[in-house]
């Protein structure tokens, strides 16, 4: 009984985390659509709601993954952590500098290193799914093939190509939306559940 209701807590875990990376872009994308059309306050609100999901992820994920590997487990909190803080920093930022050049430029810089921090974390993450196999192979090396990209989109849109940038993100999100359905649908391969948390 006490293996079934652990099994049926992974399953809500990894639902909660595949509805989490389908709305945490959203909702950042769409409070800085609302801070730049002169709602500051209801943008930053939602940028600080973005970054509270991502961190979700990160807590939700680091408990299934610390029963096989506590090191990456940490690293993906990790990466989840500082990608939260530093959109959510960007947002505040922009907010009491007033919208100012610089205002936007420590915008824009706490979001790319958000993506960059992002981006590591996950290439740690997907390299685990691959070797777990919880996932399909398939979807794992494409996980790496994703974050790299993302990775990449913010370098070359730190050296002003944003045509390239573009391209690169929308190989990220092709992996994280095909990532979020599969979670919510199929979870991972085994319940991982030997332990308790």
Do not use: C
Request: proline letters at 2%; zero cysteines.
């Amino acid at each position: 009984m006490l293996r079934e209701t652990k099994d049926v807590t992974d399953r809500s875990r990894l639902i909660l985390v595949g509805i989490f990376y389908l709305i945490a872009f959203p909702l950042y994308g769409g409070g800085q659509n609302l801070m730049q059309r002169d709602w500051p306050f209801v943008g930053v609100s939602l940028i600080l709601v973005s970054s509270v999901v991502v961190m979700a992820i990160g807590f939700f994920l680091r408990a299934i993954i610390r029963r096989t590997s506590p090191t990456i487990a940490a690293t993906v909190l990790a990466g989840r952590l500082m990608e939260g803080v530093l959109l959510g920093a960007g947002g505040v930022a922009f907010v009491l500098f007033g919208g100012t050049e610089d205002a936007q430029n420590l915008n824009l810089a706490a979001y790319h290193g958000g993506m960059i921090i992002l981006g590591v974390a996950g290439i740690v993450l997907s390299v685990w799914l691959f070797t777990t196999k919880e996932v399909p192979r398939l979807l794992a090396a494409f996980g790496v093939v994703g974050y790299v990209s993302l990775a990449s989109a913010m370098i070359v849109e730190r050296l002003g190509n944003d045509a390239l940038s573009l391209k690169f993100l929308a190989v990220a999100g092709l992996f994280e939306v095909s990532f979020a359905l599969w979670l919510i649908f199929r979870g991972f391969k085994t319940a991982i559940a030997k332990s308790t948390d």
